[in-house]
């Protein structure tokens, strides 16, 4: 009898599990070519943090049906990337991915070499956008914003609108 009551309270608890889950939709715009792919760097709130965003420390795994789930107990980093560009604006959706902070970096990586191109005094060459930031709020010629200015929080679905600037041309 109390592995009858034991199982109904672990079946009762596997549907909570479930809840503290969600998934994120990143909706790309702004793009200026279809050249290269739009890569998308989804950040958790660790200690890691600080190096937002900073992608280069991290393994690169592009977007692909069946893609393993992000890992952030290993890594405090998600990469996913959008190749076959079609439109000028892109979407893409985690799959469920724990309840918490986050943050939320694009670049469009025109050249395909998965590194975000900097050129003279670290400035920019390719686009980038950020969550919780407008374009035109983005520095034209700095390279990052804060971890903690582009952090949300995912508690249900959701879906972000991060619009790409690029720098000027010179």
Not at 66 to 84: H, K, L, Q
């Amino acid at each position: 009898m109390h592995l009858g009551i034991a199982l109904a309270a672990l079946a009762g608890a596997a549907p909570a599990l479930a809840d503290d889950f969600a998934d994120l939709r990143v909706d790309v715009s702004g793009l200026r070519s279809y050249k290269g792919r739009v890569v998308l760097a989804l950040w958790a709130d660790a200690t890691d943090s600080s190096k937002y965003p900073n992608h280069t420390k991290i393994q690169f795994r592009d977007e692909r049906p069946g893609d393993p789930p992000c890992d952030f107990a290993n890594f405090p980093v998600c990469i996913r990337s959008i190749g076959s560009l079609q439109n000028l604006t892109v979407s893409y959706t985690f799959p469920p991915i724990p309840e918490g902070d986050y943050a939320v970096f694009v670049f469009h990586d025109e050249n395909s070499n998965g590194i975000f191109d900097t050129g003279l005094f670290k400035r920019p060459i390719e686009g980038r956008g950020f969550s919780q930031t407008l374009p035109e709020d983005v520095n034209p010629v700095a390279a990052r914003i804060g971890f903690y200015k582009a952090r949300f929080a995912l508690a249900a679905p959701r879906t972000l609108v991060i619009g790409l600037r690029y720098p000027p041309r010179f």
